[in-house]
């Protein structure tokens, strides 16, 4: 057994501990917090948008039937917010609008303008109409954009028109006059205007 004289003279071992590792313990624990109030952060920044749960022809209102919340990022885009839902309710589709579709500001147009019927004129080529169109008829209107533009295909800009008027020649109707809601009345003019738009009759079936 070692007096107290011989254990006072035995090395005694160092406990410190290495700078290095206390400075990455500071580092980890300062990370980890830096972590937790990013992801905080980005809690707080999402946003509550207006979303469609069921396709909505351009042209037609959309009703309170259709829109759900939607919490998402906020990344600057202008969407329908949640809180002004009664809003997008009374408005109309100013396009065809797919079921999960995010609403933006020009996808909807206000409830003031929506189902006043106007009336458009239409200059037609063979194959662009039914060759029986008649006055009176329930038609949808369809761009078709040419080869030249690239785009994806066919779009329904009108979901639901009316013939008012129709002349042929030759066997095929080439000018017609078609009631529709004012609010896509422009896009089809537009559209008419460069021969990219087609008549489809609503009929049923024989």
């Given at each position: 057994?070692?007096?107290?004289?011989?254990?006072?003279?035995?090395?005694?071992?160092?406990?410190?501990?290495?700078?290095?590792?206390?400075?990455?313990?500071?580092?980890?624990?300062?990370?980890?917090?830096?972590?937790?109030?990013?992801?905080?952060?980005?809690?707080?920044?999402?946003?509550?948008?207006?979303?469609?749960?069921?396709?909505?022809?351009?042209?037609?209102?959309?009703?309170?039937?259709?829109?759900?919340?939607?919490?998402?990022?906020?990344?600057?885009?202008?969407?329908?917010?949640?809180?002004?839902?009664?809003?997008?309710?009374?408005?109309?589709?100013?396009?065809?609008?797919?079921?999960?579709?995010?609403?933006?500001?020009?996808?909807?147009?206000?409830?003031?303008?929506?189902?006043?019927?106007?009336?458009?004129?239409?200059?037609?080529r063979p194959g662009q109409a039914p060759y029986d169109l008649q006055r009176g008829e329930r038609v949808q209107l369809i761009?078709?954009?040419?080869?030249?533009?690239?785009?994806?295909?066919?779009?329904?800009?009108?979901?639901?028109?009316?013939?008012?008027?129709?002349?042929?020649?030759?066997?095929?109707?080439?000018?017609?006059?078609?009631?529709?809601?004012?609010?896509?009345?422009?896009?089809?003019?537009?559209?008419?205007?460069?021969?990219?738009?087609?008549?489809?009759?609503?009929?049923?079936?024989?």
């Amino acid at each position: 057994m070692l007096t107290g004289a011989a254990s006072r003279g035995l090395p005694q071992w160092s406990r410190r501990r290495s700078p290095g590792l206390a400075a990455l313990a500071v580092l980890l624990v300062l990370g980890g917090a830096l972590a937790t109030a990013l992801l905080v952060k980005r809690a707080e920044e999402r946003t509550s948008v207006v979303r469609v749960s069921g396709r909505v022809g351009a042209g037609q209102p959309f009703g309170s039937g259709v829109l759900q919340e939607a919490r998402i990022a906020d990344d600057g885009a202008a969407y329908w917010p949640w809180s002004q839902r009664d809003q997008v309710a009374r408005g109309v589709a100013t396009v065809t609008v797919l079921p999960g579709t995010l609403l933006t500001r020009p996808m909807v147009a206000g409830g003031a303008v929506a189902g006043r019927p106007v009336r458009v004129g239409l200059s037609l080529r063979p194959g662009q109409a039914p060759y029986d169109l008649q006055r009176g008829e329930r038609v949808q209107l369809i761009h078709v954009p040419g080869r030249r533009n690239g785009s994806d295909g066919p779009v329904v800009v009108a979901e639901e028109a009316v013939i008012d008027s129709v002349s042929y020649r030759s066997g095929s109707a080439d000018q017609a006059t078609v009631i529709v809601d004012s609010v896509v009345a422009p896009m089809v003019a537009a559209h008419a205007v460069s021969g990219e738009i087609a008549i489809a009759a609503i009929r049923a079936q024989p």
